[in-house]
């Protein structure tokens, strides 16, 4: 059965430090993989997905994620924190096996938190 | 575009009483999905329509919550009667391919029901 497991319910870091968020997921089949991100009081936005083309995928305001199979993860990264990403994170995972019905399956977030 | 469209922002309503919420797909997006967030149990599918008519319901807590879609445009979520523990967060999105691929959220509606 398809699953996703965001390894941290919170992450702190300082501003202009690197940001990793972990994320490790469970899947028949070649899954594709997102990213989502939700402000504080607002909808979600897509951050980046990886749908088996290139392992590193880059997506906006600065974040990557790379997809590794043989770990089953797909952890999202940024250099340099910035205030402005201080947000709840979703990673989710698609199944796209011939004998289950595509569905999304969303992991239960990590916040990221910056500190001045 | 003006991307996912959703009305109200904010709806406070006594227990009982009728609730419509509202959504606007982007336009050429034949996928629609309505979400519930709660603290407590996060983001829950509830229902996904294609070309307008409603795939899986599964995710509908009961015979109280209802969606329809009538046109490609417009679609609606409806409680009737509305009890405090629907008390949520309510996104709309839509998808350009189908379920398992990216979808685009509106900016949520807010319904307190006390």
């Known amino acids: 059965a398809q699953s996703v497991t965001q390894l941290d319910s919170h992450v702190s870091v300082s501003e202009g430090t690197p940001v990793l968020l972990r994320c490790n997921y469970s899947?028949?089949?070649?899954?594709?993989l997102f990213w989502y991100v939700q402000h504080p009081n607002k909808g979600l936005q897509l951050l980046l997905k990886?749908?088996?083309?290139a392992t590193l995928v880059k997506g906006i305001n600065g974040f990557e994620a790379e997809f590794k199979k043989s770990e089953t993860s797909f952890h999202l990264t940024k250099p340099s924190a910035h205030m402005s990403d201080a947000a709840e994170y979703f990673c989710?995972?698609?199944?796209?096996?011939?004998?289950?019905?595509?569905?999304?399956?969303w992991g239960a977030g990590t916040k990221l938190i910056i500190k001045p | 575009d003006a991307g996912v469209i959703q009305s109200p922002r904010h709806e406070v309503t006594e227990m009982g009483q009728e609730v419509t919420l509202r959504c606007k797909p982007i336009?050429?997006?034949?996928?629609l999905f309505w979400y519930r967030q709660t603290m407590m149990r996060g983001l829950e599918l509830l229902i996904y329509?294609?070309?307008?008519?409603?795939?899986?319901d599964s995710g509908m807590p009961e015979d109280r919550f209802s969606a329809k879609m009538p046109n490609a445009s417009f679609s609606t979520l409806k409680i009737q009667p509305s009890e405090p523990r629907d008390s949520a967060v309510y996104f709309c999105?839509?998808?350009?391919?189908?379920?398992?691929?990216?979808?685009?959220f509106g900016p949520g509606t807010r319904l307190t029901v006390t």
């Open positions: 336009s050429g997006h034949d996928y």
């Open positions: 899947s028949s089949y070649s899954p594709s």
């Open positions: 989710v995972v698609s199944d796209h096996s011939v004998d289950s019905n595509y569905q999304l399956i």
């Open positions: 990886y749908t088996s083309a």
């Open positions: 329509f294609n070309n307008n008519v409603p795939i899986d």
């Open positions: 999105a839509s998808s350009l391919r189908g379920v398992g691929y990216e979808q685009y």
